[in-house]
């Protein structure tokens, strides 16, 4: 009997170190595109869209070539639902995307490809990726509610911003009100918690640890993407990303 209470603890201990173990999400050196869906539930036009950035679940791409998030906006849920991923933060960035000329209008469904509008969505082959350009080394580590992150560049000499989102997959929202009523719609890559901070320079580059952003909704199946840009301007430098695991 003693024997069997040795070996449980030792297992127990087992298991919760290897719990405690963080999750690391890590880029190269070479550019890792972002691509930026705006959505609502309250457009009709927007399903399409939102079936379109579903398909990233098994693109071979994913993660590694490019980063996808869809930011929920807030501007339509005055016609009758309100969209329950919605955050005004996020229909704000897309008006901030506009004042720098990136951006033509405000407008749903609407991408952003590292920071510039892309209106090719119908074919997913289209996607100019940037895979070529050295831009440094964005590395990440996400233990618990803890995120300590460290971007690797030779260029320090600006204000570098670290941008988190956790984002949720396999979301379901049967809708009762507004442009898509009576419509079940599913959504990937939904941001369902975001945050944005100054990052410190260092010899290296920068680094930051910070606390993983509260989230809006929970989510079974849940990932992480995380970007570099610099100050007065959303477009992002580099990113990197990946699922996060059960915990």
């Known amino acids: 009997?003693?024997?069997?209470?040795?070996?449980?603890?030792?297992?127990?201990?087992?298991?919760?170190?290897?719990?405690?173990?963080?999750?690391?999400?890590?880029?190269?050196?070479?550019?890792?595109?972002?691509?930026?869906?705006?959505?609502?539930?309250?457009?009709?036009?927007?399903?399409?869209?939102?079936?379109?950035?579903?398909?990233?679940?098994?693109?071979?791409?994913?993660?590694?070539?490019?980063?996808?998030v869809a930011f929920h906006v807030d501007y339509w849920n005055y016609i009758g639902w309100p969209d329950r991923f919605s955050n005004p933060e996020f229909g704000q960035r897309q008006r901030t995307y506009a004042s720098k000329n990136k951006l033509s209008t405000v407008y749903t469904p609407g991408?952003?490809?590292?920071?510039?509008?892309?209106?090719?969505r119908q074919n997913i082959q289209a996607l100019n990726l940037d895979q070529e350009n050295i831009v440094g080394q964005l590395d990440v580590a996400f233990d618990n509610d803890q995120i300590m992150a460290t971007f690797l560049t030779t260029n320090n000499n600006k204000t570098a911003f670290l941008?988190?989102?956790?984002?949720?997959?396999?979301?379901?929202?049967?809708?009762?009100?507004?442009?898509?009523?009576?419509?079940?719609?599913?959504?990937?890559?939904?941001?369902?918690?975001?945050?944005?901070?100054?990052?410190?320079?260092?010899?290296?580059?920068?680094?930051?640890?910070?606390?993983r952003p509260m989230l809006i909704e929970k989510a079974e199946k849940k990932g992480l993407a995380a970007w570099i840009d610099y100050e007065n301007d959303p477009s992002p430098v580099q990113a990197t990303g990946g699922w996060l695991a059960s915990r």
Not at 31 to 57: H, V
Not at 111 to 120: A, F, I, P, Q, S
């Open 163 to 211: 941008n988190i989102a956790i984002l949720g997959f396999d979301l379901i929202t049967t809708v009762e009100a507004g442009e898509n009523r009576g419509r079940e719609l599913q959504h990937d890559f939904v941001v369902l918690g975001y945050h944005r901070q100054a990052m410190e320079r260092s010899e290296t580059g920068y680094a930051l640890t910070t606390k």
């Open 1 to 68: 009997m003693k024997t069997t209470f040795i070996v449980l603890a030792v297992w127990f201990s087992v298991i919760a170190y290897v719990q405690a173990e963080p999750q690391t999400f890590n880029s190269t050196e070479l550019r890792t595109n972002l691509i930026e869906l705006y959505t609502s539930e309250g457009c009709s036009s927007c399903p399409p869209a939102d079936r379109w950035m579903s398909q990233f679940k098994q693109d071979e791409r994913l993660w590694k070539a490019f980063v996808p």
């Open 111 to 120: 991408v952003m490809l590292n920071g510039k509008e892309w209106r090719e």
